[in-house]
């Protein structure tokens, strides 16, 4: 990993692409309308697309180390920039060693937990390897590099930060800003410590434009007031001219915040979210969402994600838009073996045998419907009958209820049709002895965990 600058100002190539690694990317010179077709342009300083079509610059993105892992929501702002990196731009990912100690109160309703020191750089550990899967740390002219603001927030001098850097703040300015603003408004209000992270994340800007000559600053569109301010205090300190880009805050089409779940975030680290549970995540998009994360996640070209848009226009059914969606995605961050093992088990995971899976799979990629549990003492010597197991999980109202559904075909144990509704079920008979899989007609399905009496 690269962590030293190097020369920058370079012009851009105008008659072929970049190849980093072994795919060829675009010119740097389309790098704005890249991000802009993708629908990733909220708004953007004057002039950026003017600048990033005559040379190569130096950006960065910051990510919070609030926790041990980045989840999917983290996602866009990475794969911007590698996007960047793949124009032909050099990419700086901050890691806020130094300003996790505060918190960011944009987007916030409330005051975060502050971390210890000690959290924040265990936090920076797997921050750094998730970063990796996507950014190329040993391109030959454009090198990622990843930057801890810890390294000179961390070595502040209080009265001399007040003197030389808050002076070109005023409150005024501070309080106009949208993140402070609303918080001003909640029934918290905000504390100093929050209140001043616009000022530190300037100086972080400030920082790399000495350090690296890094002059664009990308972020969520909640970043603008923070963005903006850092390219104030370079031009007021340093004459120089900085510019910043925001990107959607994504949501999914019913209005959900991307990544949240009922069983809690997607996580990149693959011991707190299964590959599989990883790639069933991105293969349940809703057909209103697919082709936009297509482009917001994906490194397909315009003509493969216009096929696919059609494709899904002519046979939804298939959710072919979507396949390749969940293989894009859990390829680059967990490889093609964890692809190929999902791809599998999905194919047996609605199948008769799904009891061929690894039974935690099955447990993650069906925590959020629902479950009942029921000691191993419910299922006797000879087994709970079919029409006690739907009775006991509310799939049927009734012992009769159930009877008529197992009669009509539309009852399933482990993706098997009970044919007779006399069939018994024992702890033998579950999946590694530890669970059922029910089905009620196409879709409404039950879990069924067999806990200890």
Not at 99 to 114: F, N, V, Y
Request: hydrophobic letters at 45%; aromatic letters at 8%; one cysteine or more.
């Amino acid at each position: 990993m690269v962590f030293e600058g190097h020369a920058q100002g370079t012009v851009l190539p105008r008659a072929r692409g970049i190849v980093i690694g072994l795919e060829s990317v675009p010119m740097a010179s389309d790098a704005f309308s890249e991000l802009e077709w993708r629908g990733l342009v909220v708004e953007s300083t004057e002039g950026l697309r003017d600048v990033l079509s005559r040379e190569a610059v130096t950006l960065y993105i910051g990510f919070d180390p609030t926790a041990a892992s980045l989840h999917v929501g983290s996602l866009l702002p990475m794969i911007a920039l590698a996007r960047m990196q793949r124009c032909g731009h050099s990419p700086i990912a901050i890691v806020g060693g130094g300003t996790g100690m505060i918190g960011d109160p944009s987007g916030k309703t409330a005051e975060r937990q502050l971390l210890t020191i000690e959290q924040i750089d265990a936090n920076l550990e797997g921050i750094r390897e998730q970063l990796a899967k996507v950014l190329d740390f040993d391109a030959p002219s454009n090198p990622a590099r990843i930057v801890n603001n810890a390294d000179w927030l961390r070595k502040l001098d209080l009265l001399g930060f007040l003197r030389d850097i808050g002076k070109y703040f005023t409150i005024n300015y501070m309080l106009a800003k949208e993140s402070v603003k609303r918080r001003l408004d909640s029934e918290d209000g905000i504390s100093y410590t929050e209140f001043s992270y616009l000022m530190l994340q300037s100086y972080d800007f400030l920082e790399l434009f000495d350090r690296h000559h890094c002059t664009l600053q990308m972020g969520g569109s909640d970043q603008w007031g923070n963005i903006t301010a850092g390219c104030d205090l370079i031009r007021k300190l340093r004459g120089g001219r900085a510019h910043g880009l925001v990107m959607p805050l994504v949501t999914t089409a019913t209005g959900v915040k991307f990544g949240k779940t009922e069983a809690g975030a997607v996580w990149l680290d693959p011991a707190l979210t299964s590959p599989f549970r990883f790639y069933q995540f991105w293969l349940n998009t809703d057909d209103r969402d697919v082709v936009k994360y297509l482009k917001f996640f994906t490194f397909l070209d315009r003509a493969r994600i216009l096929a696919l848009e059609e494709t899904m226009a002519a046979a939804p059914e298939k959710r072919e838009a979507q396949r390749v969606l969940a293989r894009e995605v859990t390829r680059m961050i967990h490889g093609q073996e964890a692809v190929d093992r999902a791809e599998r088990a999905s194919g047996l995971l609605f199948g008769e045998r799904i009891a061929e899976l690894d039974v935690d799979d099955i447990i993650a990629v069906f925590d959020d419907v629902p479950s009942t549990e029921l000691g191993a003492s419910a299922f006797g010597g000879d087994g709970l009958g079919v029409a006690d197991l739907l009775v006991s999980t509310k799939l049927a109202a009734s012992k009769g209820e159930a009877m008529r559904l197992v009669k009509g075909g539309g009852v399933y144990v482990n993706n098997v049709r009970v044919a007779d509704e006399r069939a018994r079920f024992t702890v033998g008979q579950a999946i590694a002895g530890r669970v059922f899989v029910l089905r009620k007609g196409g879709r409404q399905y039950h879990l069924v965990r067999i806990g200890l009496d």
